[in-house]
């Protein structure tokens, strides 16, 4: 495949882009306790981490240490599926973090600065080794590690004169953005703000309907209005992980997400994916969400059904008296054959014609989403109904590091999958640069 010499990366985690190498480095020579690393590892995999061993072998000059250590450091095929095990190897990066030390002592000082300022360089070095000329790159901090932000802004700007582009998007807190607003705010109208280009939501979506988040929204958007130039994009995992609603609720909440005004839509796996890949089963939901998509259906009836799916009003409505006397947090069972499954994928359908009205993009990370996502087969996933319906969408790398890919392994997995051309890898990366935070928000022209 003919690759592009110019990439873009707009999905990105700053932590989870640091690789197995340059973190041994960080964590050598240090006395660390490995406890709940080790405790966790054991509850996902059912053996211990030989992470002691390897440390002592590394600093002995053991050559066969370093490939061991990215081993136990990188989430890999042969640990897909399983949101556990995935929490359990980023244990790795966590405990091994000075930022936890500080944040157990209630301030941060120096120790952390330096940490957050050596991954940034530490990153961007294997960017720009790849060739990546712009990486959005998002962090979040625990409350009051302000300084920790103004650090990763610190070390970008030194990349003013270069050919390398970092900016920082802002991750908050999905149980309460407000508190993380006034800095993340701050830090966008600053000396350095044109860097920061976005705020984001991420981690666990289960229990965070999108509709909460309108007034917040909102507020972004009128922030927007009132300073173009520091414009932010919305940045909304969403449609990732949606274990605990109907397909229904899940296709919806990434609609609902480009509704309220999302620039971009996190992995988004629920808006395309083939339902088939997850055959006849059964699921639960609460009472609320049902009655959320109750009233949606009742909304968007005339467009889905341009799509072949009949929304029975009458039922719909008796169905919402009864469920309106129901505790909010009950649960539903929710029964799939092949018949729901395929009015799944109508919803999809519209869903999708939708999100493409709205202007959202979707951010494709296809290791990612085969290794957490759990879509084991390349026909199920959700790129090539994208592509079909002419769903924009961008591919990223989510946590190179972690998952030990690059940008240019996801451009190629998708151009193999979906059977495209070999150039099409540089539409691909054009679509990035097109697609990138400022362009969306106005802040400069595509």
């Known amino acids: 495949m003919n690759q ?3 990439l873009a990366d707009l999905h990105l985690h700053l932590y989870g882009s640091i690789g197995p190498a340059d973190w041994l480095e960080h964590v050598k020579d240090r006395e660390i306790d490995w406890e709940s690393y080790e405790s966790a590892f054991l509850e996902a995999y059912g053996v211990a981490p030989p992470i002691r061993d390897v440390l002592d072998r590394y ?4 050559s066969g240490a370093a490939e061991e250590f990215r081993r136990l450091f990188v989430f890999g095929d042969d640990d897909a599926g399983n949101f556990d095990r995935f929490q359990a190897k980023c244990n790795l990066l ?4 000075r930022i936890g030390e500080d944040q157990a002592r209630g ?3 120096q120790v952390s600065i330096d940490e957050v300022t050596n991954v940034a360089h530490a990153v961007i070095r294997s960017q720009q080794a790849q060739g990546i000329a712009y990486a959005e ?8 590690a302000w300084i920790l932000l103004d650090a990763l802004l610190n070390a970008y700007a030194e990349y003013e004169d270069s050919t390398f582009q970092p900016r920082m998007v802002v991750s908050l807190p999905r149980d309460d953005p407000w508190r993380y607003w006034e800095v993340a705010r701050a830090l966008a109208l600053g000396p350095s703000g044109h860097l920061v280009t976005g705020i984001d939501f991420s981690y666990h979506e289960e229990g965070y309907p999108p509709k909460d988040k309108k007034p917040f929204f909102d507020e972004v958007l009128r922030f927007n209005e009132q300073h173009p130039e520091r414009a932010l994009a919305i940045l909304y995992h969403v449609g990732e992980s949606f274990g605990d609603k109907s397909l229904e609720s899940a296709v919806r909440w990434v609609h609902e997400s480009a509704e309220l005004g999302a620039h971009r839509l996190g992995h988004a796996i629920a808006l395309g994916v083939d339902p088939e890949a997850y055959g006849p089963h059964t699921r639960t939901e609460c009472v609320d969400e049902r009655i959320d998509q109750l009233t949606y259906d009742l909304a968007h009836a005339e467009g889905l059904l341009r799509h072949g799916l009949e929304v029975d009003r009458e039922s719909a409505m008796e169905e919402l008296g009864r469920l309106r006397s129901h505790p909010p947090d009950e649960k539903l069972m929710v029964e799939y054959d092949h018949s729901r499954l395929a009015d799944v994928r109508r919803r999809q359908d519209y869903a999708m014609e939708q999100v493409r009205a709205l202007g959202a993009v979707v951010e494709v990370c296809p290791t990612s989403n085969r290794r957490i996502g759990g879509i084991s087969e390349p026909a199920h996933h959700p790129v090539h109904r994208f592509l079909d319906h002419g769903v924009a969408f961008v591919v990223a790398s989510d946590d190179p590091g972690i998952f030990g890919t690059t940008l240019r392994d996801e451009l190629r997995w998708v151009v193999d999958a979906a059977g495209l051309e070999p ?11 097109r697609y990138r935070s400022e362009v969306l928000t106005g802040r400069e022209e595509a």
């Open 137 to 144: 790159q998002r962090m979040q901090v625990p409350d009051g």
């Open 94 to 97: 966590i405990e091994g973090s």
């Open 4 to 6: 592009p010499e110019r």
């Open 423 to 433: 150039d099409a890898a540089h539409e691909l990366a054009d679509r990035a640069w």
């Open 107 to 109: 301030s941060y000082g």
């Open 59 to 62: 600093r002995a000059g053991d």
